[in-house]
């Protein structure tokens, strides 16, 4: 005998609805996730077990509420899982993450990075790029120092054998999380994974740095980085959300040291603030390594924030040492090394 119309078994509730009713609940009813909910919710995510309607509806319930440390290590966690990297016979020094694009500067950090890098220190930086529009990526720039963005990791160990440096996109290693940072036009607004790919930090290296725009979110990264045991690593308000120290402008360093949490903050570099170009060139790039373009606003971004990176590293005691450091890298670096073949 058939069931009637109003006898019809429901349907089973899919997997992934507990989650968004934890996060949706109302007021009163809704929580954060646990770290372990928050990886089996981004396990699901990465194995396509969730339709878009839910994922839509996960990703901006949890961008209202904003992530807490433990949700964080929990989504990093699953993502490592998901792409898990044989480092082989390469060795990172310093994990450095690229995912918001420059509007008002130049991305200068990359010289900072690549200054690193001419001193021995294996630097692997990963990002995406084009999410937000008028922003200039970290990849777009790479052809005007000479350099091209590795593919596949593969061709990034190459790169960091052959140059210490390596520029890997996020859809090369983990497309999913690409993926669902390209629907930022789509639903107006960023997600978690804006957030959560800054702490991935593929290669596993001990030392990993990180910029955000929005300070609050700067302790939830120190936090989240303590739950993953992650020996050390450093986050700063970046300018314009990038792994940058702007020297116009006291600079928060929130880091973890086998697990001590520390704050430190680093001073402004000029006592007066520098008004931003009117265009941005990223000939200049080049330009201001070669020693053909001057800026002091420029070149304070570059020494400032490899400063920051090398105390972290644990190359110099003091902020004054590693800023000295970072100067006498600067005035010896190899002036022929990166050259604009845009010209």
Same mark, same amino acid.
């Given at each position: 005998?058939?069931?009637?119309?109003?006898e019809?078994?429901?349907?089973?509730?899919?997997?992934?609805?507990?989650?968004?009713?934890?996060?949706?609940k109302?007021?009163?009813?809704?929580?954060?996730?646990?770290?372990?909910?928050?990886?089996?919710?981004?396990?699901?995510i990465?194995?396509?077990q969730?339709?878009?309607?839910?994922?839509?509806a996960?990703?901006?319930?949890?961008?209202? #509420?904003?992530?807490?440390? @433990? @949700?964080?290590?929990?989504?990093?966690?699953?993502?490592?899982?998901?792409?898990?990297?044989?480092?082989?016979? &390469? #060795?990172?020094?310093? %994990?450095?993450?690229s995912?918001?694009? /420059?509007?008002?500067?130049?991305?200068?950090?990359?010289?900072? *990075?690549?200054?690193?890098?001419?001193?021995? &220190?294996?630097?692997?930086?990963?990002?995406?790029?084009?999410?937000?529009?008028?922003? &200039?990526?970290?990849?777009?720039v790479?052809?005007?120092?000479g350099?091209?963005?590795?593919?596949?990791?593969?061709?990034? #160990?190459?790169?960091?054998?052959?140059?210490?440096?390596?520029?890997l996109?996020?859809?090369?290693?983990?497309?999913?999380?690409?993926?669902?940072? +390209?629907?930022?036009p789509?639903?107006?607004?960023?997600?978690?994974?804006?957030?959560?790919?800054?702490?991935?930090?593929?290669?596993?290296a %001990?030392?990993?740095?990180?910029?955000?725009f929005?300070?609050?979110?700067?302790p939830?990264?120190?936090?989240?980085a303590?739950?993953?045991?992650?020996?050390?690593?450093?986050?700063? /308000?970046? @300018?314009?959300?990038?792994?940058?120290?702007?020297?116009?402008?006291?600079c928060?360093?929130q880091?973890?040291?086998?697990?001590?949490?520390?704050?430190?903050?680093?001073? *402004?570099?000029?006592?007066?603030?520098?008004? /931003?170009?009117?265009?941005?060139?990223p000939?200049?790039?080049?330009?201001?390594?070669?020693?053909?373009?001057e %800026? %002091?606003?420029?070149?304070?971004?570059? &020494?400032?924030?490899?400063?920051?990176?090398?105390?972290?590293?644990?190359?110099? +005691?003091?902020?004054?040492?590693?800023?000295?450091?970072?100067?006498?890298?600067?005035?010896?670096?190899?002036?022929? #090394?990166?050259?604009?073949?845009?010209?």
């Amino acid at each position: 005998m058939s069931l009637t119309h109003h006898e019809q078994t429901p349907s089973p509730e899919h997997p992934f609805a507990p989650f968004i009713r934890i996060l949706g609940k109302g007021k009163k009813g809704s929580r954060p996730l646990t770290q372990d909910e928050a990886y089996q919710a981004m396990q699901l995510i990465l194995a396509e077990q969730v339709l878009p309607e839910q994922l839509g509806a996960f990703l901006m319930l949890m961008r209202i #509420k904003e992530e807490t440390p @433990e @949700e964080l290590a929990g989504f990093v966690k699953a993502a490592q899982e998901s792409f898990h990297i044989d480092s082989g016979a &390469i #060795k990172v020094n310093l %994990d450095w993450s690229s995912y918001a694009g /420059k509007r008002r500067h130049l991305p200068w950090f990359l010289l900072s *990075a690549l200054l690193l890098a001419e001193n021995g &220190i294996v630097v692997f930086m990963h990002g995406s790029e084009g999410h937000t529009a008028g922003r &200039i990526y970290t990849q777009d720039v790479l052809s005007y120092l000479g350099l091209t963005a590795a593919t596949s990791i593969d061709e990034a #160990k190459q790169q960091l054998a052959a140059l210490n440096f390596s520029y890997l996109s996020l859809e090369h290693f983990c497309p999913k999380l690409h993926d669902i940072i +390209e629907l930022r036009p789509i639903l107006g607004l960023r997600s978690p994974v804006h957030t959560l790919v800054r702490l991935l930090n593929p290669f596993n290296a %001990d030392y990993s740095i990180q910029g955000i725009f929005h300070p609050g979110y700067r302790p939830v990264h120190q936090q989240a980085a303590a739950l993953l045991q992650q020996p050390h690593m450093a986050v700063l /308000k970046g @300018e314009g959300g990038e792994t940058e120290r702007n020297p116009d402008m006291e600079c928060l360093v929130q880091s973890v040291h086998n697990g001590e949490l520390v704050d430190e903050n680093w001073p *402004a570099l000029f006592s007066h603030r520098h008004i /931003k170009p009117e265009e941005l060139d990223p000939k200049q790039l080049a330009q201001l390594w070669n020693g053909e373009f001057e %800026d %002091d606003f420029a070149q304070a971004s570059v &020494i400032g924030t490899a400063a920051i990176a090398l105390k972290l590293l644990g190359k110099a +005691e003091t902020q004054e040492h590693a800023h000295e450091l970072a100067t006498a890298f600067w005035l010896s670096r190899d002036k022929l #090394k990166y050259t604009d073949t845009q010209r």
